[in-house]
Structure formats: structure tokens, C-alpha cells
């Protein structure tokens, strides 16, 4: 506990900011939306200066908005610098060749375009100027050219073409559309045809964009980058800028229920069709890399078709025989990002680590791995020469930048942000804990006490259940679930990394598929139990459990299956009927996987967990959420819990955001979503 004290006090120290201990408060969901929030780092090629986004909330606007900051590396005390003011967000920032401009994303010209702001003084000028929104996009190595992409209408000859087509249904006053193959809907947008498309175009002497760009990936059935959240970490150039390699999964008949991505190389400035890089693997196959060098490419891959949360293997395969191997495969966790050490003899990766998101240094020669950080979470990072810098969080502070020698060394801290907003907030103490869980395992949890927690007294429970069900509640920062809202309400909180959880190895990731209501209902018993045995300041008797996702599934199966457990119930986005959710829900590898099969050709084992047949035992009081615009988990879910509650009679109440989708992010509903939720906690446990 002490050490998760003393990272922030050392924040606190650092600015100034302290307050007196009769003048603290707890941190509160204002707060929280308000907070300035700190992007993924670019570092200039040089290694001197470090480009990153800031986001501050307009609440009056109810949207975020993103400007570029600047941090001198040289510096003995870092000092931000803002480099972008407008009133269009600017997002996305990558250093010119040369290091003396910074290229980004704008919309202040009226649409999405790429922007120059030389970095010794000057205005910014645009790069592109094209028909259609520039989505994300990539600058050559040498400078001499750039890499975009758009959603384009892939049989269309030029932009203007696909621009034109999406006026004319407005035009033609219809709104029908014909479907015949899946994806209809993706996470929360209707296809209407188009696809991402990679393009590129050179770069002239002012480093602009005066010539079409060329289609590089048109040819292929497929998104690049991937669709929802593909950005473009999945396209990369080659040192020398001559060759581009990317991935895409090659949509057809089966894309919803297909994970086979593949590499694939193209000549940057067109003229060739891409080639397959990775036939070989059936399975996901995403964010290649070339080393310094240019002869080898670095990937991750995964080694099951249709599996989504399979271990994402470090691969290295030679650029010109094609030959592959396997990159410290000893090691059982699954990295999120790579990125090449300027030598070529290191691999920098991401990855999640026993309750913690970690960075981490491989050798590319023998595998031998390396942790460059230890508490906390990494939300970003870049290498460039001898120095990485990155992003990271933890449960008591917003995500800030640090750098550090590759070699090692202490990290120094660059940002300082919400320091000074936050400086009378006291966050909860948090600590770590482990427990004997399903099978005898040991599975890992969280407590965070209340702000003004005091010795001797008890306190109210928020039992938080992650979603994913692949994924882990640990040690980070999050905007949507965070635990010190609930601390600063009053609230103790507990969160269980059950079975199924990431960063414990592979085997305990994949627990899960196939038993979401058995072992994970066990170790959320369990760990709760072991919590309270341990810490005195949790009063069982007043307890809630929360959850979304498969966390809103938990919160259905608890209804039924461990009623007398909480005295209410917060269920956001959950699977009420597994049926339903096999035939309605958008990415049908991943319910195929989670039950061996599509429920036509295994009903009994979509049915063995599915809440919907434990409706008779449910009596806990519940809250349900849900976004209209959530395609993962379609509202008939969430009108299914609430409608068997309602006739049951039931305490309950329905929330529903129609312009939200699996997650609440617009700012004025993020606050009434947790004064909805913590209105229904106090309700019942704080009456």
C-alpha cells in the first residue's frame, strides 16, 4: 500500500499541489468527466522531443476535444509546450522525417484531412485535400511519401465517385437497404458498402498531397485497417518507404465468424497486387512491424482460427525468404503492441501482467525477456534510438508520460496532468490480494477503501465484475468503470480477476470458453469471501454487485444462481437469453467459440449457462442498462432482463442511452449513468 500512496504523492510533490488534510474530498463522476486525458506519445526521430494529444471535456458541448502537446526530452524539468489551438480537435500526431514538423488529423478545414505545423514556429498547412474524411494515415520513413486510409465504395474509380454515391439515397428520398452476406451491422454502425481502403500518394517539395492517391488494398475483399477499432498500428512502411505491409481479413461469406487476418505486402506507390505474407495461418495474423534493417518483419500471431482472446505469439519472419520463427515462446503472455529498438536487437511490448499492464524488452536473438516497468498500466508508447516513452496509469491517476532508457534506469516523469484540478482529492487505498479459487487455483483480486475510510468501521460493498469475459480489472485508470467514483461515494470496492481473466497465461485465459457460469460464479464467491475474511472494514451485509458485458451476463446468471448473494443488482449491456444473443449478435466467431459451435449445431451447450432458464429464482432488485446502439449485445437483451423482472415483480429499473452503443461516452450521459447507478446503490444501501 505504501508504494501506491507514495507514486501519487510523488505526482502531488512534483506540481505543488497540496492540500490540507481538513480540506479533502473524495473524487467524484465531475471529476472524472473533467479530467484532461493524456494520448499515446510520438516520439521525434532524434529521441529530443516528444509529441502527444491532450483531450479536455466541453460539457457544454458534450464532446471531448483533443489538442497537440510538446515535451522537450532534453529538459532537466520537462515543460509541456501546446502546440495546436483551434476550435476542430487535432489527433494522431507523427514526426516528418526530419524531425521538424509534426503531421496530424484535423477537421478544421471542414472535413477529416492531414495537417504540417512545423515545429520552430509557422502555421499549420494542409497536406490533403481530398473528397472524402482522411481516417488515420502514415508518413514514409524518408519523407517522400504518405499512407492513408478511407471508407470507400470499392468499385468506384476515383474518391468524387463514392462521395457522390452516399448523396444520392438523400437525394432519391429512400432509406431501404438490401443485405446479402454479414457483417449488416458492425459494433454500432449499419454497413452501407463501403470499406476502409489503404491509398497512398508522394509527398511533393512543401510536403503536400498534390496528386490522387493510388488504391493499395481495393483489390482485396477487406478493411484496412480492421473494423471497429483497427487503427494504423495495422500498416506499416518499410525503412527504405518503397514497400508497405498490412493486415486484413478477406471478408467473403464468412467474415462474421472468420478471425483470419493476413499480412500482406505492396509496393507503396502501387503498380502490384498485395501479396499474402502469412496463407499459412488460418488465424489472426496483425500489426507487422519492419526492422531497422528492412530484412526482417516482426508480428503477432495467433495460432486458433475463430478464437479472438488466443495468446498473441511474437513472430519474426525474414523479408526475403519468407521463413518464420517463433520469438520468446516460453514466454504465456500475450503482447497488445511491438515496436523495434533502433539497433534492431530489441523488442519493445505491451502486455498484461498478474493484475497490471506492463512494458517489457525482448531480445531478438535468444527471446530472453525483460520488464521495463512494474505497477500500473501502459496505454501507449514509442521507441526511438535509446529511449522509450509511454503512457501510465494506475487506480489512483489518469494515465501520465514518462520516459526512460531503454537500458533501464528510473523513469522521469513529462506530465503533470489534473494535478492541480485534483489537488483536494484523497483517492482510495487500494491493495492486491489472492485467493484459492476454482479448482484451487490462485486467482487475484483488488479492495479499494472508501476516501474516508476511518479504523474500525465498516463499509458498504460495490462488487465490480469485468467484461470481456477475456479480459482484467487491474491495475489502471478507466473513464467508464472506475473504482474510486464508487470510493469517493462512500463506497469499498472489490473486483475480481476470476477465471477466463488476461495476464495469468494462457491456460486460465482459456478457462472460460464453455463455463461462463461455473468456475468464474465460484471464484467471484470465493474472492468475495476471502476479501472479507481478510479486510475488516468490508460489511457483506451491505452489498451490490455491478457488472457490463459479460459482467451484465454475471449479473444475470447471479440473479438465478446466487440470489441471496447482494441486496442489488447493476446489470449494463448483459446476455439475458444466450439463444438470442447466438443469432443476433454481430461477431458470431466469438459466441461460436465461447460454446464449441453455432447454437444450430450445439444447442445444449449455448443452453447449459444461459440465464434466461433461472428466471424463477431471481428476486434481487436490478438496475438495467443499455445502449440502443449496441450491436454486440442488442437491446432485446436488456428488454428481456428487464420485462422478466417486471413480471415477477421485482424491484427494477430500465436505463436506456438510444445514442450510446456498448459503451456510455458522451459526457452528459457518463454523468447520469453513474448518478442513476449510484442513486440505485444508496438506495439499498444506504437507505
Known amino acids: 500500500m505504501k508504494l501506491r500512496l507514495l507514486m501519487l504523492g510523488t ?8 492540500a490540507r488534510a481538513d ?4 473524487f467524484t463522476v465531475e471529476d472524472m468527466v473533467s479530467m484532461e486525458r493524456v494520448g499515446s506519445p510520438a516520439v521525434s526521430p532524434d529521441a529530443t522531443r516528444v509529441v502527444y494529444t491532450v483531450r479536455d471535456t466541453d460539457l457544454a458541448k458534450n464532446r471531448g476535444h483533443t489538442e497537440l502537446w510538446m515535451v522537450d526530452l532534453r529538459a532537466a524539468k520537462p515543460v509541456p509546450q501546446r502546440l495546436t489551438s483551434n476550435a476542430a480537435s487535432s489527433s494522431d500526431p507523427e514526426w516528418s522525417a526530419s524531425g521538424d514538423a509534426v503531421y496530424f488529423l484535423s477537421s478544421r478545414s471542414g472535413s477529416s484531412q492531414v495537417w504540417r505545423l512545423p515545429i520552430n514556429g509557422g502555421e499549420a498547412t494542409r497536406v490533403t485535400d481530398l473528397a472524402l474524411d482522411v481516417d488515420n494515415f502514415r508518413v514514409a520513413p524518408n519523407g517522400e511519401r504518405i ?5 470507400v465504395f470499392r468499385d468506384c474509380p476515383d474518391l468524387a465517385c463514392t462521395k457522390t454515391r452516399l448523396e444520392k439515397p438523400a437525394q432519391d428520398k429512400t ?3 438490401v443485405y446479402d452476406r454479414l457483417f449488416v451491422r458492425h459494433w454500432d454502425t449499419w454497413s452501407d458498402g463501403r470499406n476502409a481502403v489503404l491509398f497512398s500518394a508522394p509527398l511533393d517539395s512543401n510536403g503536400r498531397v498534390s496528386t490522387a492517391p493510388v488504391s ?5 475483399d477487406g478493411d484496412v485497417p480492421s473494423k471497429p477499432f483497427g487503427d494504423r498500428e495495422e500498416y506499416r512502411f518499410s525503412p527504405d518507404g518503397k514497400t508497405i505491409v498490412f493486415s486484413v481479413r478477406i471478408a467473403g461469406k464468412t467474415e462474421a465468424w472468420s478471425t483470419n487476418f493476413d499480412l500482406f505486402s505492396v509496393p507503396a506507390a502501387g503498380g502490384a497486387a498485395p501479396r499474402n505474407l502469412t496463407p499459412d495461418n488460418p488465424a489472426w495474423d496483425a500489426k507487422a512491424s519492419y526492422s531497422p534493417d528492412g530484412r526482417t518483419i516482426a508480428y503477432l ?3 486458433r482460427p475463430g478464437f479472438e482472446a488466443d495468446r498473441y505469439q511474437i513472430m519474426l ?8 520463427r517463433k520469438l520468446a515462446q516460453d514466454w504465456d503472455r500475450s503482447p497488445g503492441s511491438i515496436a523495434w529498438s533502433a539497433d534492431g536487437k530489441t523488442i519493445v511490448a505491451d502486455a498484461e501482467d498478474v493484475g497490471n499492464h506492463r512494458l517489457f524488452a525482448i531480445d531478438a536473438a535468444n527471446g530472453k525477456v525483460r520488464a521495463l516497468t512494474d505497477q500500473g498500466a501502459i496505454g501507449g508508447f514509442d521507441v526511438r534510438r535509446d529511449t522509450v516513452v509511454y503512457a501510465l496509469s494506475n487506480l489512483q491517476s489518469g494515465a501520465q508520460l514518462f520516459s526512460q532508457k531503454l537500458a533501464g534506469g528510473k523513469p522521469v516523469q513529462l506530465t503533470q496532468q489534473n494535478v492541480d484540478k485534483l489537488k483536494d482529492v484523497k483517492f ?3 491493495e492486491q490480494f489472492s485467493f484459492a479459487g476454482a479448482n484451487g487455483d490462485t486467482v487475484h483480486g483488488y479492495v479499494m477503501k472508501p476516501w474516508n475510510a476511518t479504523p474500525g468501521a465498516k463499509y458498504p460493498i460495490a462488487f465490480l465484475v469485468h467484461g470481456g469475459p477475456q479480459g482484467s480489472f487491474g491495475n489502471g485508470w478507466s473513464y467508464r468503470w472506475n473504482p474510486q467514483v464508487y470510493a469517493g461515494a462512500g463506497y469499498a470496492t472489490v473486483f475480481i480477476d476470476f477465471h477466463g481473466s488476461t495476464g495469468y497465461g494462457q491456460k486460465f485465459t482459456d478457462s472460460i470458453s464453455g463455463d461462463w457460469g461455473g468456475k468464474p460464479l465460484e471464484d467471484l464467491q470465493k474472492g468475495l469471501a476471502a476479501a472479507v475474511a481478510k479486510y475488516s472494514w468490508l460489511d457483506r451485509e451491505r452489498s451490490c454487485a455491478l457488472g457490463a458485458s459479460y459482467g451484465g451476463y454475471m449479473m444475470n446468471w447471479i440473479e438465478g444462481n446466487w440470489p441471496d448473494g447482494f441486496k442489488c443488482i447493476v446489470n449494463h449491456d448483459g446476455v439475458f437469453d444466450t439463444r438470442g444473443m447466438a443469432y443476433s449478435s454481430e461477431e458470431q466467431w466469438f459466441t461460436d467459440w465461447e460454446s464449441g459451435g453455432p447454437y444450430y449445431a450445439v444447442p445444449e451447450n449455448h443452453e447449459r449457462f444461459n440465464p434466461v432458464n433461472f428466471v424463477t429464482k431471481w428476486k434481487t432488485p436490478m438496475l438495467v442498462v443499455q445502449g440502443d446502439l449496441d450491436f454486440r449485445i442488442p437491446t432485446a437483451q436488456a428488454l428481456g432482463t428487464f420485462t422478466a423482472l417486471q413480471r415477477r415483480g421485482i424491484e427494477s429499473k430500465l436505463l436506456v442511452f438510444p445514442d450510446e452503443n456498448h459503451w456510455v461516452l458522451k459526457p452528459g450521459n457518463s454523468l447520469l449513468w453513474h448518478h442513476t447507478v449510484l442513486g440505485w446503490l444508496n438506495q439499498h444501501l444506504k437507505p
Open 11 to 18: 505526482a502531488l510533490v512534483a506540481s505543488g499541489a497540496i
Open 175 to 177: 432509406s431501404g437497404k
Open 147 to 151: 499512407a492513408l486510409s478511407m471508407a
Open 216 to 220: 493499395l488494398s481495393g483489390s482485396l
Open 301 to 303: 500471431a495467433m495460432a
Open 317 to 324: 519472419m525474414d523479408v526475403a525468404s519468407g521463413a518464420k
Open 428 to 430: 482510495g487505498e487500494f
Open 23 to 26: 480540506t479533502l474530498r473524495g
